[in-house]
């Protein structure tokens, strides 16, 4: 069988064509069009699905269902409405999988894109063969995802896994869910921004606060380590309720990981039951900007292979 698969992200429209097992058929970019609505969204998706389908058909391939994985919690079920699309507010209140089923007249899953990006790499990536483990994706925000047992763990209301919106510090600053307080304002990207500044740095974006440490900067090095630490509060949280095989970090952040790796291990060390904590590997995610796409095909077939199960 062969997946569209497509990542919906605030910045980017990833889209490809994933087959069953995992190969990547083909891939198309493109910038998110600002103000994105439903219709401009499937206008993108009809054409990039058509140029796909297209592009495979000389290989005696066509696409059979699709998988789009957006910033937003998804409700289970075909009619589920998203309500909450901070990234792209044009998106709310749409039932999406029901009208990009009848607009691509292919069924299509809707998936969050950080439980996407844990289901990926638990299928080709850092955490392949983990049973339990959770994926934090680190990037304008905080996403994650939980596989526990072997299954993603989604929750009624597609919500499971929102570990970024967990709070750390009860009067902290406010933030875009309504809290005040969260892991979000403390371990994203704009939170390293926002630190470097704090501690006197001249930076416009997260990235240069890490080309300042990559050249050994102090004080860009000690934003990292404070992050860390909220970090390693955090996996401590993930490995006391979960009990992970692994937690793998993604997302554009996670490239500075050996800058707060070590604060990180160190805080969770301190921090959570000593067994759990020995057995838990803390990673970096292997697939990078793949995860979201090769994790929502595979939600796609494990979708299907469910369904036999349960009706053979
Ligand atoms: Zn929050």
């Not at 999406?96 to 292919?106: E, K, N, Q, T, Y």
Request: hydrophobic share 40%.
């Amino acid at each position: 069988m062969s997946i569209f698969s497509v990542d919906v992200g605030g910045t980017n429209i990833r889209c490809a064509v994933v087959s069953t097992d995992g190969e990547i058929l083909h891939r198309k970019q493109l910038p998110t069009p600002p103000g994105l609505n439903p219709n401009g969204l499937l206008a993108i998706l009809k054409e990039q699905a058509k140029l796909a389908g297209d592009e495979i058909r000389s290989r005696g391939l066509s696409i059979e269902a699709a998988g789009v994985a957006v910033p937003a919690p998804v409700p289970m079920g075909r009619d589920a409405k998203l309500t909450q699309v901070p990234n792209l507010p044009g998106l709310e209140g749409v039932r999406l999988s029901a009208m990009l089923s009848d607009g691509l007249g292919v069924r299509v899953l809707v998936e969050n894109d950080a439980a996407a990006a844990a289901v990926g790499e638990n299928w080709k990536g850092a955490s392949r063969g983990a049973n339990t483990s959770a994926y934090i994706s680190l990037g304008t925000g905080i996403g994650g995802g939980l596989i526990i047992d072997g299954r993603l763990r989604r929750g009624p209301d597609g919500s499971a896994g929102e570990i970024g919106h967990i709070c750390i510090e009860k009067n902290g600053r406010k933030c875009g869910c309504g809290s005040r307080g969260c892991f979000e304002q403390y371990a994203s990207a704009g939170a390293i921004l926002r630190l470097a500044r704090r501690n006197g740095l001249k930076v416009a974006t997260s990235e240069q606060v890490f080309e300042l440490a990559r050249h050994g900067n102090r004080d860009a090095m000690l934003v990292f380590q404070r992050v860390g630490y909220y970090l390693g509060i955090l996996s401590a949280a993930l490995i006391n309720s979960i009990n992970p095989d692994s937690i793998v970090f993604g997302g554009k952040v996670a490239g500075a990981m050996r800058f707060f790796g070590e604060s990180l291990k160190k805080e969770a060390g301190y921090r959570s039951f000593r067994a759990p904590f020995r057995r838990c590997s803390i990673v970096r995610g292997k697939l990078g900007d793949d995860a979201a796409i090769l994790g929502v095909a595979r939600c796609v077939t494990a979708r299907d292979d469910e369904a036999d199960r349960k009706h053979p």
